[in-house]
């Protein structure tokens, strides 16, 4: 069964705060993405990484991809209340994507 | 254009009875998958339908169950609901391809079920 955890499960800091969430697992993905969601809505997909070691980013946020594309990685440079939201990386494998568990970010002003 | 579109919103049930959810993908795009999204478990996948053909299945048990039509909306129904079925139920469709799941995810704002 192939599983991605992500850490830590919660994270509250203030703003202008750096923060890095991770996504790892001992299986092999073709690719890997984040998503990002808000109270009431449906995930919204951030980045899609497909490289070992491929590095994306998109505006204060950082993506990584990693070698062996078992892990990757999100940081976010400081943050701001709108960063607020439940952060879900997906792994690409067997014709399926599998969630993490999420990332419950709260940023305060 | 549209994006998808998830019926109903919000429903109650009770221990042992069945509900249908159902789902519009956006126009054109021919794969819809379901998950389960609960505080505990994350989002689990259910299921994957492509051109109305089971593409993909998780570890569910029989009693949850889906369907795609011609055009493309699909529908899932969970039988002798139990209380652990509370959660919030997600659509998300994409253009996909025939043989291999890719591209991004396009998620409704999901149906959340309370069972009772």
């Known amino acids: 069964t192939q599983l991605l955890e992500q850490s830590p499960q919660f994270l509250s800091i203030q703003e202008g705060e750096n923060l890095t969430v991770y996504c790892n697992s001992s299986s092999v993905f073709s690719s890997l993405q984040w998503y990002r969601q808000e109270p009431g809505e449906g995930p919204v997909l951030l980045v899609t990484?497909?490289?070992?070691?491929e590095v994306k980013k998109l505006k204060r946020l950082t993506f990584q991809f990693g070698d062996a594309r078992k892990d990757s990685s999100l940081h976010i440079t400081a943050a701001q209340p709108g960063d607020t939201g439940l952060y879900l990386c997906?792994?690409?494998?067997?014709?399926?994507?599998?969630f993490g568990q999420g990332t419950e970010l709260s940023v305060k002003p | 254009k549209a994006g998808v579109t998830q019926t109903p919103r919000y429903l109650i049930k009770t221990r042992g009875q069945q509900v249908t959810l159902s789902c519009s993908p956006i126009s054109g795009h021919r794969s819809v998958s379901w998950y389960q999204q609960t505080p505990g478990q994350g989002l689990q996948f259910l299921f994957e339908?492509?051109?109305?053909?089971?593409?993909n299945k998780g570890n569910f048990p029989g009693r949850f169950s889906g369907r795609q039509f011609s055009n493309s909306r699909s529908e899932m129904n969970v039988s002798t609901l139990e209380l652990g079925d509370s959660a919030l139920y997600l659509c998300?469709?994409?253009?996909?391809?025939?043989?291999?799941?890719?591209?991004?995810?396009?998620f409704g704002e999901g149906s959340r079920l309370t069972v009772l």
């Open positions: 997906a792994g690409e494998g067997r014709g399926k994507l599998i």
């Open positions: 998300a469709s994409s253009s996909g391809t025939s043989g291999r799941y890719t591209g991004e995810l396009f």
């Open positions: 339908y492509f051109s109305e053909t089971q593409r």
């Open positions: 990484v497909v490289t070992g070691g």
